[in-house]
């Protein structure tokens, strides 16, 4: 399929965020934020040389380590034999999970007509409710699009415009395109509307062309829009529409097929291919001689004329999901000692492999490749191989025989595959790099650069495996979920609740030099993390989620990972309007940059801690049912020009002034997509309330297909309105989307008056009403009453009041209740939130240090704890104390580092940055370079550090320090650092309310002026300072030349006497000591998963490892001071 | 007309033989090592001896293939030595104290000692340096006490979901014992113990504790009294003797945050008032082993070290008893032999720990249990503190005792073990006396065990 990334405009740049204008925020947080840097889609060819590359010989036969036998473990791989199928009596239903297509020599079975030597084939990949693989050649579909008719053209003039289009485009061709007898297959007009405007019924000439490729309709489009000579006419320039809908995607929309749905190949109307590699136990033929050989790896390759395959609606029977196969890989190289792996020259040691069926929790199949002999492992396949380039072959071998739908993993895309097919490139195998269903495709892999405001720029890969959706964890969840760190061990202890291990590449070498055992202990290791990407996207149901994504939108698969939000949009848009005759012009418009508009509104907050219970009333969708109120929609918006063809209640004026014809008048498509999504959403929300209400035939699988779609409507329909404010989008149209942030302005203030003007003494309530806050879509409410129950009734009442006033379907909705509420400022504010009377939902908190991820976890857990002080516990003098309390114990020295780390990511390395612009983590990972190439931050990597104390002036950049090298030298922290920067503004807030008068107190009491500062180990004066004993008692220095056998130098003579009560307290530290150093080293060993294991890997992000490596060094520090004493 | 005639009991000598330091001192160089290495010495130490049991129990040919766990493949009988591991949903997470909501209130030191980890779900798996196996115990064992830490032999057959159907599991069994001397000629000589005295507690009552110390002392009771208090010829004290203030207050305040928590430190308060508690301790242990020899095992309250073994209490801390000969400062646990009478136990913590492991509440089942594992301590370092021994595991019993007890327990209880090969042991649970008022004698001659109870007002009251 062609790829699309997005291209960053010419300004564009992560640190442009604050300097980005408005651009109003869809609707709630759920939103899925579109990008406003998306690319215009463009066909891009990426069609393989020719469709008949042969599949190179195979290698000669595989040895494997020890007895076992590889065509058994091969014969193991399979999926379940194919019976034998009828052409005339079955049918063959399955589920799609990908199509493309390829130009090939035409079919002259398939021709019907045609006599293109070449055609588009598309080419669909599925999987039968019996796990049988399936791709069905389908024939006969042609790409096309539209033109705007100049005026005055007619069908006449048809055969003319063809010819001159015909002519200039054969000259455009590249030679081997141009080769096609006719490239302009069929011209014909039509009638249809622009979807851009309200047209007031009247519809327009189109010319609808037919071209023989897909490729030739961006050079068709070229060539329509510099301008046409017409015979008779002259020069014309035209206008195109939907000439940018990619093949693929145009077959599915005009043959109503939705991503991952069900299609059957009715009896009578297909052929089968020859016999597969699948079958060949069976019967060798396949059914007709003349049929052509298999051009795939899948079970059963059909051939097919298009219009033949029926689409069914993902409904009923047709909902469920089949059991698809799944491959989770991972692989582990060899290392050298600071250098990170380079294909070229480490090699791979092992792959490990979980192949699982789509909702089944057992893997169906656990192998692991190694190289030299490894010792068996109980559950999993142990293969060893003498040599890696008959792993590698046998991994291949093992790849096509297993035929997954999916591939998973963890960092697959941008690691294990280019890696594997890099190391297959340095060992000349020439077979490995065809690892898709189509046979003699090269996968190859391409540098992409990949930047969205969703997941900020990574350095992408991109990699072609035909048939396969390729399915990376680390994509989804750094799609999906805004986490700090996205290393599999931190997002493990996100999601699963365990540690796991990380071992270092140094270590692997030294594992793998070993012996079997310690092959096999490296196995084990490499089997969980080929596990645990498969438990993730079982515990996050990203398949299911994502395939109804994919059934809502009606995009393949594979474009909800590889592609932006916008084709989402796209495709629901084309479906809807080739349903009402509309067409989609290519837009080129490219928002200008300045073009600016007013976001939503913000109600100022009366800042405070109320005890009182606050009502929260929010509008339901709003962004959607603003669009579905006032009909705003491409085809509504109407030309300032033509404003006087209209009555004036045919129209309705927004308050930016524009306008948009009602509904009665005629109904705009977005609406119609809206409400389509949404009724959709209530059903599915319905269904699930079904599913549920079975009792013991509850079935959580098709419970959480209907929440998964559930899901995917309401993100759909909150990122329409994204979509047509994106300022580089496909259809952007500013007239929208300023028009509904507009709507909702107006409406937040409209409600806060009317609820301050009802619910008041005057109209006989018992207190006034008034709006303490207001932001995008809710208002929160104090009615004066201190009883929950009643401010909940006053709340349901001024919701039904207010949506009275406005018009269907929006909904103001109260739900919930904040008692007691803390409202810091704007957008900041926690509270312990109610829906019922009885007992609290949860704690919840808004733009609170407790979720931001740049800040350290200090500071989070302050607030956090705080917080819980204040609202749960009713106790702000408790979260007073214990805010003292570890501002002291910062000052003091006594502050767990891994609280104080931050970590940022590296988006681009520090010669990228401008000069002048230096950043603490960006320095920072290029000095961590030059000590170590071994660990230092890669671009996309998110660096952890912590302030060091540095000369006075210095910048903050010079200040970043890596924790484990702090810790390991002893490194004073820059306390002063964190108090300014990370505790002082936050606690201030936080405390504000609740300590008006004596907030300094806080920050400045007695609890501060205690310091305790780290002595550093290396660097500065530390080489020209002579180090005495001090008293452990009083901290004098005891004489030089006191003597030195222990129990003599813990005290001086005044402290002597007291010698017991000195060592009690230290006792009391050692013992502190002591319990950390075996919590860690146990917490650790839990970890590694086996008592007999050293512990090798724990992750240098994992705060474990920080309070590991310091209970090491605290005990040995403890015990050396407790040693004299003497015994 | 009746003389008064005044007898003059002389206290019973005794010989007395110390090997604490020997087992459980921990030698300044011993840190920092990793925890696996003592998992690999306590297999090495009790291997040999769970071939030999399973040898006897199972016929000589039993073991000729044993094999690592991973290797064991379906179908075949396979037997396997290793470490058993109980995977229990409810342990807690080690680093609790990072995770927990500091403000919530948590649950009194007090009752910690009664909290189970285990549950309906746990698996109990074998594991060797090969990797883990899940065992599925049959119905006859399933009531059987096994927690993590323990050396075990287990013969079954693979199923195909990969885990051991057990058929049986041996452990070590009671180890040789020495024989016991013959009885004194100078009458029957007891040992007596104690533990949880937690002198200077400010809410204890102090009279039974006065009582106690003049009845070791001989200050009490009439000539039959003495007779009798002249026979013992050892107080052990099994710790927890002072009192940790800190603790006591966190229980008072309801185990509400305080300031201090978080800071691990305690308060100066505290801190004057655990050194009054020790001073006492002093005090009253001069006293007692001025008339008596007295051996003083820390606990888990007292001013030491918090990780097993607990290193002897340190002697700036009792400048005065500790001049004496007679207070001999003892780890816990605790080894030595008295008579001949091979004395071995801990101050509690490890039994506390095995108990969170097993459902029933039979402590003295579990005592008695650990003797058979041939391990003091089997729980560590799983949950329970204790040092990265590199070399040895100095919790293996390797001789079995005449006498075993755990200290700081609920109740008085005690059992006479006789094992196959004709070892006769007394195990005891020693209470905490603060609470009990209880010390218990035990005969060196007959290992009989009688408790004291000085829970009444002096003399009427006291059963002997």
């Given at each position: 399929m062609p790829p699309t990334f997005n291209k960053r405009p010419a300004d564009g740049g992560g640190s442009a965020d604050a300097k980005r204008p408005a651009r109003p925020r869809p609707d709630d947080d759920d939103d899925e934020g579109l990008d406003a840097d998306e690319m215009i889609e463009e066909e891009e060819d990426l069609m393989m040389e020719d469709g008949m590359l042969p599949m190179p010989e195979e290698d000669e036969p595989l040895v494997l380590l020890g007895q076992a036998d590889m065509a058994k473990f091969e014969r193991e791989w399979r999926r379940p034999p194919l019976p034998a199928l009828d052409p005339a009596v079955d049918s063959i239903d399955f589920q799609q999970i990908e199509a493309d297509y390829s130009n090939v020599p035409s079919a002259p079975e398939f021709a019907r007509g045609s006599t293109e030597p070449k055609e588009a084939v598309i080419r669909i990949f599925g999987v039968t409710q019996g796990g049988h693989s399936v791709c069905a050649h389908v024939h006969g579909f042609k790409p096309y699009f539209y033109v705007r008719a100049p005026a005055g053209f007619t069908k006449d003039g048809v055969p003319g415009f063809k010819a001159a289009l015909k002519a200039r485009l054969k000259a455009a061709l590249p030679a081997k395109d141009g080769q096609q007898s006719e490239c302009v297959l069929h011209c014909d007009t039509v009638t249809r509307q622009s979807?851009?405007?309200?047209?007031?019924?009247e519809s327009a000439t189109f010319i609808r062309i037919v071209v023989a490729l897909p490729t030739m309709v961006a050079t068709a489009r070229r060539l329509l829009e510099q301008g046409l000579p017409l015979p008779g006419i002259g020069s014309v320039t035209f206008e195109t529409f939907e000439s940018n809908c990619v093949f693929v995607m145009r077959y599915m929309v005009d043959r109503s097929i939705v991503g991952c749905n069900w299609l059957t190949l009715p009896a009578g109307t297909w052929r089968q291919r020859g016999a597969l590699s699948g079958g060949s136990d069976g019967d060798p033929g396949g059914s007709s001689g003349d049929a052509p050989k298999p051009a795939t790896h899948c079970q059963l390759e059909i051939d097919i004329w298009f219009a033949d395959v029926i689409s069914h609606q993902p409904e009923g029977e047709w909902m469920r999901i089949a059991p698809m196969r799944i491959l989770s890989f991972d692989i582990e190289c060899s290392g050298r000692p600071g250098i990170f792996p380079e294909p070229e020259k480490d090699a791979i040691i092992q792959i490990a492999n979980h192949v699982t069926l789509q909702g089944s929790t057992q893997p169906v199949l656990k192998n692991i490749f190694c190289l030299k002999e490894t010792a068996p492992i109980s559950g999993a396949q142990v293969l060893a191989f003498e040599t890696e380039a008959e792993m590698l072959r046998s991994w291949h071998q093992f790849v096509l025989a297993c035929d997954a739908d999916i591939l998973t993993g963890y960092n697959i895309g941008n690691f294990d595959l280019p890696y594997l097919l890099g190391r297959a490139a340095t060992l000349k195998i020439g077979s490995f790099p065809y690892l898709g269903r189509v046979k003699g495709m090269v996968t190859k892999v391409k540098e992409k650069m990949f930047q969205s405001k969703q997941t900020g720029s990574r350095e992408m890969k991109e990699i072609n495996i035909e048939g396969r959706v390729q399915f990376d964890v680390m994509t989804v969840l750094m799609r999906d979920y805004k986490l700090s760190s996205y290393s599999l061990n931190a997002v493990c202890a996100h999601f699963l609740g365990e540690q796991k291990e990380d071992v270092h590449h140094s270590i692997i070498s030294e594992l793998q030099a070993g012996s079997p055992e310690t092959r096999r202990r490296l196995a084990v290791y490499c089997l969980k993390d080929a596990y645990l990407p498969q438990r993730l996207l079982q515990k996050l149901m990203c398949i299911i989620n994502y395939a109804e994504m994919a059934r809502v939108t009606g995009v393949p698969l594979s474009y909800l990972l590889t592609r932006g939000q916008q084709i989402k949009v796209m495709s629901q848009l084309y479906r809807k309007a080739k349903s009402l005759g509309l067409l989609l012009p290519v837009s080129s418009r490219k928002g200008a940059e300045g073009e600016k508009f007013e976001g939503a509104t913000v109600i100022d907050p009366i800042k405070g801690f109320y005890p009182d219970p606050i009502a929260t009333l929010d509008f339901a969708s709003l962004y959607p049912s603003i669009m579905m109120a006032h009909n705003l929609c491409y085809s509504t918006l109407v030309r300032r020009s033509e404003l006087g063809k209209l009555n004036p209640d045919e129209y309705g004026k927004s308050p930016t002034g524009d306008c948009f014809v009602k509904a009665s008048t005629h109904k705009g498509i977005l609406p119609q997509i809206l409400e389509e999504l949404l009724t959709a959403r209530k059903k599915a929300k319905a269904d699930m309330k079904a599913e549920k209400a079975k009792g013991k035939d509850f079935d959580p699988l098709t419970y959480a297909v209907y929440d998964g779609r559930q899901l995917a409507l309401k993100i759909s329909a909150n990122s329409v309105y994204g979509f047509t404010g994106a300022q580089v989008g496909q259809l952007p149209c500013l007239e929208i989307s300023s028009t509904v942030t507009a709507y909702g302005r107006q409406m937040i203030d409209d409600t806060k008056a009317q609820v301050e003007s009802h619910f008041n003494r005057a109209n006989g309530y018992e207190h006034d009403a008034i709006v303490v806050y207001g932001d995008t879509d809710s208002v929160m409410i104090k009615f004066g009453t201190s009883d929950l129950g009643t401010s909940m009734k006053l709340a349901q009442e001024a919701a039904d009041r207010v949506t009275k006033t406005f018009l269907n379907p929006i909904k103001l909705e109260f739900e919930k209740c904040y008692h007691p509420y803390l409202l810091m400022n704007k957008k900041r504010y926690a509270g312990l939130l109610w829906t019922n009377v009885e007992k609290y939902d949860k704690m919840d908190c808004k733009g609170i240090e407790t979720a931001r991820r740049d800040n350290c976890q200090l500071i989070r857990e302050i607030m956090d704890t705080s917080l819980k002080a204040i609202?749960?516990?009713?106790?702000p003098d408790l979260a007073v104390a214990y805010v003292k309390q570890q501002i002291s114990m910062l000052l003091m020295n006594e502050m767990d580092m891994s609280k104080l780390v931050i970590t940022k990511a590296l988006t681009k390395t520090s010669d990228q940055y401008a000069v002048g612009n230096k950043q603490a983590h960006v320095e920072l990972a290029a000095r961590i370079k030059k000590r170590d190439t071994n660990l230092a931050p890669k671009v996309g990597d998110r660096v952890p550090y912590v302030m060091i104390k540095a000369a006075s002036g210095a910048k903050a950049w010079e200040k970043a320090e890596d924790p484990i090298y702090v810790l390991e030298n002893n490194i004073p922290l820059d306390t002063d650092w964190y108090m300014e920067h990370q505790l002082q503004e936050p606690i201030k807030r936080l405390f504000e309310p609740i300590l008006p008068d004596n907030l300094d107190s806080l920050l400045k009491g007695d609890h501060t002026r205690k310091i305790k500062k780290a002595m550093p180990t290396t660097g500065g004066l530390m080489g020209f300072v002579a180090v005495t004993q001090r008293c452990l008692g009083c901290k004098a220095s005891l004489p030089a030349g006191a003597p030195t056998t222990e129990g003599e130098a813990a005290l001086c003579a005044a402290c002597k006497p007291n010698e017991g009560d000195v060592y009690l307290a230290k006792l009391q530290q050692h013992a502190n000591c002591e319990r950390l150093y075996w919590q860690c080293f146990v917490q650790c060993q839990r970890v590694t998963g086996g008592s007999y294991q050293d512990i090798i890997g724990i992750a240098r992000d994992s705060p474990l490892y920080m309070q590991m490596k310091k209970a090491q060094k605290d005990l040995k520090e403890a015990r050396e001071m407790l040693a004299r004493f003497g015994v | 007309m009746a003389t008064t005639k005044r007898i003059i009991a002389e206290r019973a000598a005794s010989q007395f033989e110390d090997h604490n330091r020997d087992i459980f001192g921990v030698q300044p160089g011993e840190l920092p090592h990793q925890f696996s290495n003592l998992y690999f010495a306590r297999l090495n130490a009790l291997r040999p001896r769970v071939e030999a049991a399973a040898k006897a129990r199972w016929g000589a040919t039993a073991l000729e293939n044993v094999v690592k766990v991973l290797d064991a493949v379906p179908d075949a009988t396979t037997v396997a030595i290793g470490t058993l591991y109980r995977e229990m949903k409810g342990k807690p997470d080690i680093m609790e104290d990072s995770t927990r909501d500091v403000l919530e209130k948590r649950p009194a030191e007090s009752e910690r000692m009664f909290t189970k980890y285990c549950g309906e779900d746990d698996v109990l798996l074998l594991e060797d340096d090969s990797g883990r196996l899940a065992l599925k115990l049959p119905e006859a064992l399933a009531d059987t006490i096994f927690v993590t830490g323990m050396v075990a032999c287990v013969r079954g057959k693979l199923s195909e979901k990969g885990e051991l159907v057990v058929d049986d599991v041996c452990l070590p069994g009671l180890g040789p014992q020495r024989p016991l001397g013959p009885p004194a000629a100078s009458g029957e000589r007891f040992v007596a113990l104690v533990s949880g005295l937690h002198i200077g507690h400010r809410t204890q009552d102090m009279l039974p504790v006065q009582l106690l110390a003049e009845h070791l002392t001989g200050q009490l009771g009439c000539d039959e009294d003495h007779r009798l208090q002249s026979n013992i010829v050892r107080l052990i004290i099994a710790g927890n003797a002072s009192t940790n203030p800190a603790l006591a207050l966190a229980d008072a305040s309801g185990g509400e945050w305080q300031p201090s928590d978080a800071l691990k430190r305690m308060a100066p308060t505290d801190q004057k008032a655990l050194a009054q508690s020790v001073r006492t301790l002093d005090q009253f242990l001069t006293a007692v082993s001025s008339a008596i020899p007295v051996d003083l095992m820390p606990g888990s309250d007292d001013p030491c070290n918090f990780l097993l073994p607990q290193q002897p209490f340190h002697t700036s801390l009792l400048p005065h008893s500790s001049q004496l000969a007679t207070l001999n400062l003892c780890t816990n646990p605790y080894c030595c032999d008295v008579d001949g009478v091979r004395i071995v136990g801990s101050a509690g913590q490890p039994l506390d720990d095995m108990q969170r492991y097993v459902p029933s509440d039979d402590r003295l089942a579990t005592l008695v249990r650990s003797l058979e594992f041939q391990h003091l301590a089997p729980t560590a370092p799983d949950a329970l503190g204790c040092y990265p021994f590199e070399r040895r595991d100095p919790f293996v019993i390797n001789e079995c005792p005449h006498l075993y007890f755990a200290g700081n327990q609920p109740r008085f209880e005690s059992k006479a073990v006789i094992g196959p090969e004709g070892q006769r042991v007394r195990v005891v649970l020693v209470p905490d006396f603060a609470k009990e008022h209880t010390c218990v004698l035990v005969s060196l001659d007959t290992l009989e065990c009688t408790p004291i109870s000085f829970a009444g007002l002096a003399g009427d009251s006291m059963v002997m």
């Open positions: 979807i851009m405007h309200y047209a007031f019924k609202l749960i516990h009713s106790r | -």
